[in-house]
């Protein structure tokens, strides 16, 4: 791997001012020119094939039993129930997070390359929120009202499309940026912890040598634990974002309103369900994102010519 690079690595330090990032750190800037093209590339194929293993957990938000009465009255199908609206979100929601997380965190380096944990939860919130504003309410919110029409006894809505047609022929576009407070808090908590700790295992794993390369089952058991700890850290936010875009979201007057709601009628406990299956789907999900994403950005930067 080390030769595949030099002569990229050779192109870049002879150009005229050398290496910005100085020795040992040549191939950096390669990586940053690689900023929205990575994400793009690597936001086409990972969320369709995660999507696939994860939709079934996304149905079920209770383990076992939900698992059964799912399949026994609606076939093994109805454990993909919302795939569609699942996998058009996932594609450009990949692209926002990762090319805004690379943007802000190629402006946020030390003089030597590095982006240490501190930084690296900075730019994972605002990763977050960006996603949330330009992808994640309107696709989670037409998602969620999808998934809980087609559980209905008499579902409305034909397929994605014309769930989305009808969404805002009923209640215009506001219908589909509802909740969207407590998913800018849910999502730009969620991005922040989970490159947080990416941030500070990868920074553990490489110690001095900021080059050495991570071998992708390393990547993926860092993934996993960063979405654990996601899963922990903002569960509570989930359940209220997922409640204020339901179908019964006209119940609540506002994100707050809806959290309190939930806390004198149901209690603290409340915040925390689905944890369980939601541990399992999100843990194999950063997990498959981070190792794809890492994969496809040092192909890139192998076969990739700076000038």
Not at 186 to 206: D, E
């Amino acid at each position: 791997a080390g030769a595949a690079r030099a002569p990229a690595r050779a192109l870049w330090a002879a150009r005229p001012g050398g290496s910005r990032w100085g020795p040992g750190h040549q191939d950096l800037p390669s990586r940053a020119s690689l900023g929205l093209l990575g994400p793009v590339m690597r936001g086409v194929g990972a969320p369709a094939v995660l999507a696939w293993w994860v939709t079934p957990l996304f149905v079920c938000s209770a383990p076992g039993d939900c698992v059964k009465q799912t399949v026994r009255d609606h076939g093994v199908r109805g454990l993909y129930r919302g795939l569609s609206s699942l996998v058009y979100g996932s594609i450009p929601k990949a692209a926002v997070r990762f090319g805004m997380f690379e943007f802000l965190s190629n402006q946020m380096r030390d003089e030597q390359g590095k982006l240490d944990s501190t930084r690296g939860l900075v730019c994972g919130l605002g990763a977050g929120v960006a996603e949330a504003v330009v992808v994640v309410c309107p696709m989670e919110t037409v998602k969620v009202k999808f998934i809980h029409d087609q559980c209905s006894p008499q579902p409305k809505y034909r397929g994605f499309f014309h769930g989305v047609r009808e969404i805002v022929r009923e209640q215009g576009l506001k219908g589909t940026y509802q909740g969207l407070t407590a998913t800018v808090l849910k999502q730009g908590s969620n991005q922040a912890i989970r490159f947080f700790v990416m941030t500070s295992l990868k920074n553990w794993y490489k110690g001095d040598d900021p080059n050495k390369v991570i071998n992708p089952f390393v990547t993926g058991v860092f993934g996993a634990l960063a979405g654990a700890a996601s899963v922990f850290g903002n569960t509570p936010l989930d359940v209220v974002k997922t409640r204020m875009q339901g179908l019964e979201a006209h119940k609540y007057k506002s994100t707050w309103d809806c959290a309190y709601q939930i806390m004198k009628h149901e209690g603290p406990l409340a915040f925390y369900k689905g944890t369980v299956p939601r541990l399992g789907r999100v843990c194999l999900d950063v997990a498959i994102v981070f190792v794809i994403y890492d994969e496809v950005v040092k192909f890139l930067n192998k076969v990739w010519k700076t000038e």
